[in-house]
């Protein structure tokens, strides 16, 4: 049995008990396990953590861990000095979303947003990571385990439990209030919206509707039509207020 020194930093610290939140503390290990491993063992799922710092060395989650190690760890957003550092949450080739069946009303936001976003509201674990991995998806949950299968590379545990609150977290967390594209994608299934004439929308959308409005948007996947009614202010209100949203970069220096 090796034993080694570990502080996480952040709001890693979400994942621990009272006990050993924002304090260093051992722990016991068997064996030649990498960082990874005891970080999971831990508590904290790896698709949160984006820099792991060995002795005052950046590391990978490959580091073996050896007796008398002091391993400290950090989320997005904790600007870390020192050099050079290895970050580990790097960014998928795409904002592209898969959510547990638990945010479906954050699937609904981040589509309004105009971002890729699979959901359903029956889908059991397993298919989940597996679409995470195939697609290159980040994955959205509540589920710490579920983040923790090896198979998830892209992740992040929502904290917020309000849904506005959340699509904040999101657009926070990757960074993607420039890449907002509003009214893009359908809200029912995901597809992409296009413009749409009255006469092509004639029939599909009450008599009233036709007369009321002049731009339409046709979903090119199911066939939904949408115009801009009482709810388009209320969408643009929640946009203005993501926009607003600030940022909360800190800088730490390790063992500090």
């Given at each position: ?32 396990p990498a960082v990874k491993d005891v970080i999971e063992a831990v508590g904290v799922p790896h698709p949160d953590v984006d820099m792991i710092v060995a ?114 977290e999101v657009m926070r967390r990757f960074r993607l209030l420039g890449a907002v594209r509003p009214f893009a994608r ?71």
């Open positions: 049995m090796n034993t080694l020194t570990m502080r996480f930093h952040g709001n890693l610290n979400d994942f621990l008990p009272y006990a050993r939140r924002e304090r260093a503390f051992a722990v016991s290990v068997e064996g030649r002795n005052d060395v950046s590391v990978d989650f490959r580091y073996i861990v050896r007796a008398g190690d002091l391993i400290e760890v950090f989320p997005v957003g904790v600007a870390v000095t020192l050099t050079p550092m290895r970050h580990l949450c790097l960014a998928p080739p795409a904002p592209r979303f898969v959510l547990d069946v638990h945010l479906g009303r954050l699937a609904a936001y981040l589509r309004l947003l105009g971002f890729d976003t699979r959901y359903a509201n029956a889908c059991d674990d397993d298919v989940l990571a597996r679409i995470a991995h195939d697609e290159e998806r980040i994955l959205l949950t509540r589920d710490v385990g579920l983040l923790k299968r090896g198979a998830v590379i892209y992740g992040a545990f929502i904290r917020e439990t309000q849904p506005e609150r959340q699509a904040a359908c809200l029912s299934c995901n597809g992409l919206l296009a413009p749409a004439a009255r006469t092509a929308v004639a029939g599909r959308v009450p008599e009233r509707i036709l007369t009321e409005f002049d731009r339409f948007q046709v979903c090119g996947a199911c066939g939904k039509v949408f115009w801009p009614g009482s709810h388009y202010q209320r969408m643009q209100g929640l946009i203005a207020r993501l926009r607003a949203e600030p940022t909360d970069d800190t800088a730490t220096t390790p063992g500090g």
